[in-house]
């Protein structure tokens, strides 16, 4: 099982057993994914990590489609929590975030489909066809 708090604290470089820092990455992470609920990303009541308990299995399921939630929550927090000095990465860890946060929400509420597309335009078509006869 991967705990969300340790990846995200592995990632920024903070050793799982130093929890000096919990409160503050607490916090950012359950800023993200309240971002991500918005974005209909996650449960619809929501999730909350409170310690290491918390799972990625516990939020994503078993779906593999979701995996960019984990570099999303991760910017997130990096960004609130160890921002680099450096106006561009800044910029360029934003950007990353707003495309991240916009695929997933294409992803768990895709655009229509091909086959959507052609019913649709069939039914158009066929009220055309019947208005003209």
Same mark, same amino acid.
Do not use: A, C, H
């Given at each position: !099982?991967? +705990?969300i708090l340790d990846t995200i604290k592995q990632a920024l &470089? %903070?050793? =799982?057993?130093?929890?000096? $820092?919990? %409160?503050n990455i607490l916090l950012d992470i359950n800023s993200a994914l309240g =971002?991500? =609920?918005?974005? &209909? #990303? &996650?449960? +619809?009541? &929501? $999730?909350? #990590?409170t310690d290491?308990?918390?799972t990625w299995v516990d939020f994503l399921g078993s779906s593999i489609?979701?995996?960019a939630v984990k570099s999303y929550i991760l910017h997130k #927090?990096?960004? +609130? $929590?160890d921002p680099p000095s450096n106006s561009f990465l800044i910029d360029a860890i934003q950007k990353q975030i707003d495309e991240l946060g916009w695929r997933l929400m294409v992803q768990e509420d895709p655009p229509l489909g091909l086959i959507e597309e052609? /019913? /649709?335009l069939d /039914?158009?078509?066929? +009220?055309? /066809? !019947?208005?003209? #006869?």
């Open positions: !099982m991967d +705990s &470089g %903070v050793e =799982n057993e130093y929890t000096g $820092f919990d %409160v =971002n991500l =609920n918005q974005l &209909g #990303v &996650g449960p +619809s009541e &929501g $999730f909350v #990590v290491q308990k918390q489609k979701l995996e #927090v990096r960004l +609130s $929590f052609e /019913i /649709i /039914i158009l078509l066929e +009220s055309n /066809i !019947m208005e003209e #006869v």
